[in-house]
């Protein structure tokens, strides 16, 4: 096994997975293809190895429709209030906690979450963590049990947008925004202030 080229791998995944917010609403993403993303989840670390999140899979049109009302969109885009329609998500993963199994995941949502963003960008799908949404209304509109509290939604359909990695300039601002060809740049800090000498 070449190393240096699994790295390089990783690396390039990790530089394509980037947030969506805008997809080719019409290019629907199978239940099937849902399963394999969530069964990524099971190798993942897991704090205790309580593995005590679910997922609520969706992906027809009419649930898909039930969902999107009760989600917030790019809080730095102030001008937009979301993809219209024709470029709204084609499926999601709603992440729950169980708790029957645990009143806290420790950091096993943020690992999870990865492992399917990667997941689905291996898959050419584009995803969108929003952890900003009614979680009441959409646990009410899936007829998810009250045992299960969601805490993230994963949106995801193929990308209707390009989204590309910019350097943060000298002002320090990290907010990402769209640029004159209306990509969507998403400012990183250079690997000299990550590292602490």
């Known amino acids: 096994m070449n190393c240096d080229h699994s790295f390089e791998k990783l690396r390039d995944l990790l530089r394509a997975d980037r947030s969506i917010r805008r997809f080719v609403q019409e290019k629907r ?6 399963e394999r993303l969530v069964e990524l989840t099971r190798f993942c670390a897991s ?6 999140l679910r997922y609520r899979a969706v992906w027809t049109e009419d649930e898909c429709a039930k969902v999107f009302p009760h989600l917030a ?7 937009w209030a979301g993809p ?3 470029e709204r998500p084609a499926a999601y993963l709603v992440q729950c906690l169980d708790t029957d199994v645990a009143k806290g995941c420790l950091c096993d949502d943020g690992i999870q979450l990865q492992a399917l963003t990667l997941g689905a960008a291996a898959l050419g799908i584009g995803g969108c963590i929003i952890k900003s949404f009614n979680a009441k209304a959409v646990a009410e509109a899936l007829g998810i049990a009250p045992r299960y509290q969601p805490l993230y939604v994963l949106a995801l359909g193929h990308p209707a947008e390009e989204a590309v990695i910019t350097e943060i300039g ?3 601002d990290f907010r990402y925004y769209r640029d004159e060809a209306d990509r969507q740049c998403v ?4 690997l000299s202030e990550l590292l602490i000498s």
Request: proline content about 14%; cysteine-free; charged content about 30%.
């Open 187 to 190: 400012p990183k800090r250079p």
């Open 73 to 79: 969109w790019a809080g730095y885009y102030t001008d």
């Open 29 to 34: 993403i199978d239940g099937e293809t849902l």
């Open 170 to 172: 000298p002002d320090g």
């Open 47 to 52: 704090g205790r190895n309580a593995q005590p």
């Open 84 to 86: 219209e329609e024709g």
